[in-house]
């Protein structure tokens, strides 16, 4: 094979390694958690946080129906424990106990309403579990997809490497500078064909003497208008 045909090859390897890095770097992307699924779990994390704000007021709620239903027990021990003969402080205990049962029935209504809110609660953060474990599930899944694709990937750019190692191996090191240079300048094409007397970089028509120069010339020979190398083989 030519310099050109081999520097050619060496051109389409490269082509290909980018390509399979460009997609590398998009598939390595997609290896984090999705959006959906960070939000999922924030949304479970506030759904259990206020639950257990609920359930503890629930708790503080029975805790003072409890304190409440002793001291109304004590009240009416007095009351009714016939040791107190005074109307008027009887009338004044009938009055707190009196009060002291509203402030009950208040504080039951309430537990009542707390429950049926936790009720709620309990039911909406199950359906959220339920809803993050089947959106971790398909991202566990999804991941290993992903990472099958990416050693297969890694594998055929390891593949790759090796065979433009040989390719650069077989050409004079100045010549593998001259064409990585040209590479870096001209967006990673630096050999282009040569068709029906145009340059296929610059879409340029050459002249027949130039033409016939890439031809004939076992160097590297460039296309005077964009600086390319022109490849007239297969
Ligand atoms: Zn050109």
Not at 101 to 107: A, D, G, Q, Y
Not at 161 to 179: H, K, M, N, P
Not at 186 to 212: F, I, M, N, Y
């Amino acid at each position: 094979m030519s310099i050109v045909g081999q520097l050619y090859l060496l051109q389409t390897i490269d082509l290909e390694l980018q390509r399979q890095r460009d997609q590398l770097e998009r598939l390595r992307a997609g290896l984090g958690e999705s959006p959906e699924l960070v939000a999922s779990r924030a949304e479970l994390l506030e759904t259990e946080r206020l639950l257990s704000r609920r359930e503890s007021q629930e708790r503080d709620l029975e805790w003072d129906l409890k304190n409440l239903e002793d001291k109304i027990k004590v009240l009416e021990d007095k009351l009714y424990g016939g040791r107190i003969g005074n109307p008027k402080e009887l009338a004044g205990l009938a009055q707190e106990v009196e009060m002291l049962k509203r402030s009950k029935s208040k504080i039951e209504d309430s537990i009542l309403s707390c429950m049926l809110e936790l009720d709620e609660r309990r039911l909406a953060f199950k359906a959220r579990k339920t809803e993050l474990e089947g959106r971790e599930r398909a991202w566990a899944a999804s991941l290993l997809l992903l990472r099958a694709q990416v050693e297969e990937l890694e594998a055929t750019m390891a593949g790759l490497r090796g065979q433009r190692t040989a390719v650069a191996g077989g050409l004079d090191a100045e010549i593998v500078a001259l064409y990585d240079e040209l590479r870096q300048a001209k967006g990673g094409r630096a050999v282009v064909r040569l068709e029906h007397d145009v340059c296929t970089g610059c879409h340029l028509g050459l002249p027949s003497a130039d033409v016939q120069h890439v031809r004939v010339s076992a160097g590297p020979v460039k296309c005077h208008h964009c600086g390319r190398i022109l490849y007239a083989g297969p």
